[in-house]
Every structure is written in C-alpha cells, then in structure tokens.
Nanobody
Framework: QVQLMESGGGSVQPGGSLRLSCESS????????????MAWYRQAPGKQLELVAA????????YAVVSKKDRFTISRDDAANTFDLQITSLKPEDTAVYYC?????????WGQGAQVTVSS
C-alpha cells in the first residue's frame, strides 16, 4: 500500500497563493503503464468532502487533468516524487483540510491531510 504525506499547508491572507505537495512512498515514475488516478480533496468545517482537482494516467506514460476547480492547478513532479496543488487568489472559503488521494489499480491511499487557513 502506497503511503502519502501532504505538506505545504498553513495560514495565508486572502488573495495569496499556496502550494501543497503530496509525497508518495512509492516511485511516481513507476505509475507509468499502470491504471492510476491522483486527486486532491478538501473538507471545510461542517461540510462534505469535495473534489478539488484530479489527474489520471492513460495507461502509458501520459496523463491528463480530468477535474479542476478554478484557481487550482494540479501537477505531477517525477523528480520530486510528488503530486502538487497550486492555489491562487485564496479566499476565506478555501479554508479546509486538504487531502491527497491515489487510486493505483484499484488500491486506494489517502494522505493524513494538510490544514489551509485563509484569513486576514
């Protein structure tokens, strides 16, 4: 089972930017050729878990963004062995715990979550 760990959370003022990283215990490059989907979710206080953005492999060496909310950019960094989420123009309503998720050939892994707080 792949272990995931988020980093990069914290407190940010409205209008600022933040980059979250999700480090995998397994090689991300080795995902090539397998069926995989990686996503970022968030859960705000008192609200349900919400999909923020997702990448999906094509079974070969390629992949594509299959879901994305405005102001959010998801990417894969093979050199750093991370999946990243860039958030711009942060708003107070972006305050939430952000989780990374990996579905690797039907096996699901979740990170422990990273708190993002947007306030002045």
């Amino acid at each position: 089972q792949v272990q995931l760990m988020e980093s990069g959370g914290g407190s940010v003022q409205p209008g600022g930017s933040l980059r979250l990283s999700c480090e995998s215990s397994g090689s991300i490059f080795s995902l090539n050729g397998m069926a995989w989907r990686m996503a970022w979710y968030r859960q705000a206080p008192g609200k349900q878990l919400e999909l923020v953005a997702a990448l999906q492999g094509d079974g070969g060496s390629g992949y594509a963004v299959v879901s994305k909310k405005d102001r959010f950019t998801i990417s894969r960094d093979d050199a750093a062995n991370t999946f990243d989420l860039q958030i711009t123009s942060l708003k107070p309503e972006d305050t939430a715990v952000y989780y990374c998720y990996l579905d690797l050939q039907g096996k699901i892994s979740w990170g422990q979550g990273a708190q993002v707080t947007v306030s002045s």
